[in-house]
């Protein structure tokens, strides 16, 4: 199966910062790569699929780039909504793979 | 508005079974492909099974194969998974998603999420 490797695990920033995620795969999944939001006790939330584009209704702040095997998911301006832990999946080949998420916390 | 609502979740022992249900509404149920994911307290997220629109091709992970069955009644727009010989490594919330926009791989086995039930507790415990 395709290993989803997110970096870094965990970061701390401050409302207004602009966010960057990584997502690499072990091997290369073209684009087909979603990104996922999901706050405590709630059902995960898709933002970006085919790695860059954007679902219907999410904020413009974010933004997904990459292709092959690395990844990557923006958050130009961080709202206090946004803290979160966020999710990489792949679905190029099966089985469909997350990555291990990023928690991203409050500084 | 599109609803997917999850029950059948519990305390079942291990080596008992359960059968999961999602009943939805607010889109064409029988026209898209449907997943089950779950997520073991404190963890990431582990796709476990889809089934095609259908319901004539059905796929799982190794971690539930031949254990887990998926299948889905059109008619009911519900989507169920029979889950067997459950262990201890089964306890999860488990949740139920609808195929989204965009790729697929080949087969149309794997695809991204674009709407999710609330998720079911399932504990396997004695």
């Known amino acids: 199966a395709i290993q989803l490797t997110q970096s870094p695990s965990s970061l701390s920033a401050s409302v207004g910062d602009r966010v960057t995620i990584t997502c690499r795969a072990s091997q290369g999944i073209s684009s087909a790569l979603a990104w996922y939001q999901q706050k405590p006790g709630k059902a995960p939330k898709l933002l970006i699929y085919?790695?860059?584009s954007l679902e219907s209704g999410v904020p413009s702040r974010f933004s997904g780039s990459g292709s092959g095997t690395d990844f990557t998911l923006t958050i130009s301006s961080l709202q206090p909504e946004d803290f979160a832990t966020y999710y990489c999946q792949q679905f190029n080949s099966y089985p469909s793979t997350f990555g291990q998420g990023t928690r991203l916390e409050i500084k | 508005e599109v609803q997917l609502v999850e029950s059948g979740g519990g305390l079942v022992q291990p080596g008992g079974s359960l059968r999961l249900s999602c009943a939805a509404s607010?889109?064409?149920?029988?026209?898209?492909?449907m997943s089950w994911v779950r997520q073991a307290p404190g963890k990431g997220l582990e796709w476990v099974s889809a089934?095609?629109?259908?319901?004539?091709?059905?796929y799982y992970a190794d971690s539930v194969k031949g254990r887990f069955t998926i299948s889905r009644d059109n008619s009911k727009n519900t989507l169920y998974l029979q889950m067997n010989s459950l262990r201890a490594e089964d306890t999860a919330v488990y949740y139920c998603a609808k195929k989204g926009s965009g790729r697929y791989c080949s087969g149309g086995s794997c695809f991204n999420f674009d709407y999710w039930g609330q998720g079911t507790l399932v504990t396997v415990s004695s």
């Open positions: 089934i095609s629109g259908s319901g004539g091709s059905t």
């Open positions: 085919d790695a860059s």
């Open positions: 607010g889109f064409t149920f029988s026209s898209y492909a």
